[in-house]
């Protein structure tokens, strides 16, 4: 009985506390982990940038499996954190569910669209981000064959895949594009080693430089094809450190800016739909010392090029999500 | 499909096998014993962590793989503990290490290096690298034989021999030596074995032990060989996948190598074909992935003959009632 009342007097004053506690942001990280050096990681730069400019705190939390992502959002708006920041698509059911509940709380949803009055979606143009490395890896390949490794087969990939294939085909109308996707399941995320017997299977097929969006499998992509003398391509965050000289570039997904933007408008976020396309920045193509001797200044002038074309509206990309099917390439 | 396709499919076959061969192996051990053991893929998962943890450290691969069957031994010696010693039930034991090592790694990996789980990217000298046969270079030229011996047979890390090797050597201790028969014996009566005097409990816990070693070397060949590094949940399966293999193969050594070699085949095909195309239709990729789970389920149903697990299997031994 006495535990009881402890545990009773423990919780009550946890409320307290996560009461008066109230306002700072947080952050759900989706099954990649937060140090995924892609995606989740990408978000995590985001809060810390907004966490060292204001000096201002955030909570956040890594889920673990598929059946925490409500517990977790509901666990987090309870104890009053606004905005909540949620990433990845898988979580539009549950935001659907558990954003009615709590009206006076923000929630931003990363690569997904949620019709909620509570709810910022934020999406990327991916696709027009993997153009323009499409663009550079047709121009880096001698083969004429570039090689595309998802990870879980879903629709947000494709349009990666589908972006790319664009890219290439742009420059070299005649090049292959080979497209492998991981598997069908979350854990399509995290077995570098799968993600690098691809990487060996698409060059004995030919192909010279390889563009993974594959989270942590991609990992596995990167580190075959520097193994083998090819070219690699990261996703989301910078990549191009990994494997210095041996990664072409890497297509970057500003998430870090969408989570830091969301955090500093803080509770007075305005809900609705955001496309983080060219012409925010909110996509594009990574350039610094690390691949700067692979980037000749023609490549970079064509790509630039392309990209302020896009940005303008003059050339238009070719979006998977439009109607589930790709000019470039066959899934 | 040309003869250099099908090479490369094999070379890769020979890759995705080796993980799957040694857990497999592992298990056989361990069942043919008498003790269940559905914790491989924690087992290999916890010996891929500590060999990349160690590698990554100190440098040194082999140090790594020492790291990784040290690892894998100690879940060995609690699955025992619990199962033997404490006649625990063996499937939840198995569970539990699953769960154990999918959580301890994370923590202590973040714990250690803060990369969220994973271990540093290993570089040269902590990763296993491709041993060059003798003559590959003199045969490789030889029409069919050449790319066989040059491609397929050469140019894999040890494990992959080491393993290639270690279906022999299991079918040698298992049918042709004493403690063999009586590891046999345990599993299918153990109180036969009691009675000739014979420790049931050194038996299994021996058994246990051997299973350890090799899940310890199958995990330690995901994260030194295959990848270059520990990432969260690298084994994806394969432990499962061996044990599906284990029950394809009837619990018998050869048969295992063959299981787990088209088990990888099929892999490697998903790999390479991402949709197969027959003419009239396409079979989709999610469909080869599922194979090996579709060709377990027939074999259990008993279409392609009767997979009979050992008769003790799962039962702790009670000496007196």
Same mark, same amino acid.
């Given at each position: 009985m006495t535990l009881m009342k402890h545990l009773a007097a423990a919780t009550a004053s946890l409320a307290l506390t996560a009461g008066m506690a109230a306002a700072d942001p947080a952050l759900i990280f989706d099954l990649? @982990?937060?140090? &995924?050096?892609s995606f989740n990681e990408s978000a995590y730069e985001g809060a810390q940038r907004w966490a060292k400019e204001t000096g201002g705190s955030y909570k956040e939390l890594e889920i673990q499996s598929e059946a925490q992502r409500e517990q977790a959002i509901r666990r987090l708006a309870e104890s009053g954190a606004n905005p909540i920041v949620v990433m990845s698509f898988s979580n539009i059911e549950t935001l659907n569910t558990v954003a009615p509940d709590f009206p006076e709380t923000k929630f931003v949803l990363i690569d997904g669209v949620v019709e909620q009055p509570n709810v910022r979606s934020i999406v990327f143009a991916e696709h027009e981000g993997s153009y323009l490395v499409g663009m550079l890896a047709a121009m880096a390949s001698k083969s004429g064959t570039a090689g595309f490794i998802g990870g879980m087969d879903i629709p947000l990939i494709r349009q990666f895949g589908c972006g790319y294939a664009q890219g290439v085909k742009a420059v070299n109308p005649d090049a292959t594009v080979l497209t492998n996707m !991981?598997?069908? !399941?979350? $854990?399509a995320w995290n077995d570098p080693v799968k993600g690098g017997e691809l990487a060996k299977s698409q060059i004995s097929q030919g192909a010279d430089v390889i563009f993974a969006a $594959?989270? @942590?499998t991609g990992l596995g992509v990167l580190q075959a094809a520097a193994d083998a003398g090819v070219l690699s391509i990261g996703v989301d965050s910078n990549q191009n450190y990994l494997h210095p000289g041996k990664v072409l570039t890497s297509m970057l997904k500003r998430v870090d800016n969408a989570v830091y933007e969301s955090f500093k408008a803080g509770e007075a976020l305005e809900p609705g739909m955001i496309n983080m396309n060219l012409s925010l920045q909110g996509v594009g193509y990574a350039l610094d010392d690390n691949n700067k001797d692979l980037i000749t200044d023609e490549m970079k002038a064509k790509v630039d090029e392309a990209a302020a074309k896009i940005a303008s509206g003059e050339l238009k990309i070719h979006d998977?999500?439009? &109607?589930?099917?790709?000019p470039a390439v066959t899934f | 499909m040309d003869f250099a396709t099908l090479i490369q499919i094999l070379d890769s076959t020979v890759r995705l096998a080796t993980p799957l061969l040694f857990a497999c192996l592992a298990g056989l051990f361990s069942e043919r014993a008498g003790v269940f053991d559905i914790g491989l893929e924690g087992k290999m998962l916890a010996a891929a962590f500590l060999s990349a943890a160690v590698a990554a450290l100190t440098g040194s691969v082999w140090l790594g793989v020492l790291a990784g069957i040290f690892a894998s031994l100690l879940l060995s010696g609690i699955h025992g503990l619990a #199962?033997?010693?404490?006649?625990?039930?063996q499937l939840i034991s198995g569970v539990a290490i699953n769960f154990l090592a999918s959580g301890l790694t994370v923590l202590l990996g973040q714990k250690w290096f803060g990369l969220g789980g994973r271990t540093p990217s290993l570089t040269d000298g902590g990763r296993f690298e491709p041993i060059t046969l003798p003559f590959a270079d003199a045969i #490789? %030229?030889? %029409?069919?034989i050449g790319p066989i011996y040059a491609e397929l047979i050469s140019g894999h890390s040890i494990l992959v021999y080491l393993a290639i090797a270690c279906v022999p050597a299991s079918a040698w201790v298992l049918y042709r030596t004493r403690f063999g028969l009586r590891l046999r014996a345990v599993g299918e009566n153990p109180a036969a074995v009691d009675t000739a005097g014979v420790s049931v409990t050194g038996i299994r816990y021996a058994a246990v032990a051997i299973c350890g070693v090799l899940c310890g070397l199958a995990g330690a060949y995901l994260a030194l060989g295959l990848a270059a590094g520990f990432g969260k949940e690298m084994t994806a399966g394969r432990g499962f996948i061996a044990l599906a293999a284990l029950i394809f193969a009837k619990w018998r050594p050869w048969y295992a190598l063959g299981a787990t070699m088209l088990f990888g085949f099929l892999e490697a095909v998903g790999n390479r074909f991402p949709s197969i195309d027959l003419g009239l239709f396409a079979i989709p990729s999610q469909f080869v992935q599922a194979l090996p789970y579709i060709i377990t389920v027939v074999i259990l149903a008993g279409f392609i003959g009767k997979a009979r697990p050992p008769r003790a299997g799962g039962e702790p031994y009670v000496k007196e009632r």
């Amino acid at each position: 009985m006495t535990l009881m009342k402890h545990l009773a007097a423990a919780t009550a004053s946890l409320a307290l506390t996560a009461g008066m506690a109230a306002a700072d942001p947080a952050l759900i990280f989706d099954l990649g @982990g937060k140090f &995924d050096k892609s995606f989740n990681e990408s978000a995590y730069e985001g809060a810390q940038r907004w966490a060292k400019e204001t000096g201002g705190s955030y909570k956040e939390l890594e889920i673990q499996s598929e059946a925490q992502r409500e517990q977790a959002i509901r666990r987090l708006a309870e104890s009053g954190a606004n905005p909540i920041v949620v990433m990845s698509f898988s979580n539009i059911e549950t935001l659907n569910t558990v954003a009615p509940d709590f009206p006076e709380t923000k929630f931003v949803l990363i690569d997904g669209v949620v019709e909620q009055p509570n709810v910022r979606s934020i999406v990327f143009a991916e696709h027009e981000g993997s153009y323009l490395v499409g663009m550079l890896a047709a121009m880096a390949s001698k083969s004429g064959t570039a090689g595309f490794i998802g990870g879980m087969d879903i629709p947000l990939i494709r349009q990666f895949g589908c972006g790319y294939a664009q890219g290439v085909k742009a420059v070299n109308p005649d090049a292959t594009v080979l497209t492998n996707m !991981t598997g069908s !399941t979350g $854990a399509a995320w995290n077995d570098p080693v799968k993600g690098g017997e691809l990487a060996k299977s698409q060059i004995s097929q030919g192909a010279d430089v390889i563009f993974a969006a $594959a989270g @942590g499998t991609g990992l596995g992509v990167l580190q075959a094809a520097a193994d083998a003398g090819v070219l690699s391509i990261g996703v989301d965050s910078n990549q191009n450190y990994l494997h210095p000289g041996k990664v072409l570039t890497s297509m970057l997904k500003r998430v870090d800016n969408a989570v830091y933007e969301s955090f500093k408008a803080g509770e007075a976020l305005e809900p609705g739909m955001i496309n983080m396309n060219l012409s925010l920045q909110g996509v594009g193509y990574a350039l610094d010392d690390n691949n700067k001797d692979l980037i000749t200044d023609e490549m970079k002038a064509k790509v630039d090029e392309a990209a302020a074309k896009i940005a303008s509206g003059e050339l238009k990309i070719h979006d998977y999500h439009s &109607d589930n099917t790709c000019p470039a390439v066959t899934f | 499909m040309d003869f250099a396709t099908l090479i490369q499919i094999l070379d890769s076959t020979v890759r995705l096998a080796t993980p799957l061969l040694f857990a497999c192996l592992a298990g056989l051990f361990s069942e043919r014993a008498g003790v269940f053991d559905i914790g491989l893929e924690g087992k290999m998962l916890a010996a891929a962590f500590l060999s990349a943890a160690v590698a990554a450290l100190t440098g040194s691969v082999w140090l790594g793989v020492l790291a990784g069957i040290f690892a894998s031994l100690l879940l060995s010696g609690i699955h025992g503990l619990a #199962a033997i010693t404490f006649r625990g039930n063996q499937l939840i034991s198995g569970v539990a290490i699953n769960f154990l090592a999918s959580g301890l790694t994370v923590l202590l990996g973040q714990k250690w290096f803060g990369l969220g789980g994973r271990t540093p990217s290993l570089t040269d000298g902590g990763r296993f690298e491709p041993i060059t046969l003798p003559f590959a270079d003199a045969i #490789a %030229p030889l %029409p069919i034989i050449g790319p066989i011996y040059a491609e397929l047979i050469s140019g894999h890390s040890i494990l992959v021999y080491l393993a290639i090797a270690c279906v022999p050597a299991s079918a040698w201790v298992l049918y042709r030596t004493r403690f063999g028969l009586r590891l046999r014996a345990v599993g299918e009566n153990p109180a036969a074995v009691d009675t000739a005097g014979v420790s049931v409990t050194g038996i299994r816990y021996a058994a246990v032990a051997i299973c350890g070693v090799l899940c310890g070397l199958a995990g330690a060949y995901l994260a030194l060989g295959l990848a270059a590094g520990f990432g969260k949940e690298m084994t994806a399966g394969r432990g499962f996948i061996a044990l599906a293999a284990l029950i394809f193969a009837k619990w018998r050594p050869w048969y295992a190598l063959g299981a787990t070699m088209l088990f990888g085949f099929l892999e490697a095909v998903g790999n390479r074909f991402p949709s197969i195309d027959l003419g009239l239709f396409a079979i989709p990729s999610q469909f080869v992935q599922a194979l090996p789970y579709i060709i377990t389920v027939v074999i259990l149903a008993g279409f392609i003959g009767k997979a009979r697990p050992p008769r003790a299997g799962g039962e702790p031994y009670v000496k007196e009632r």
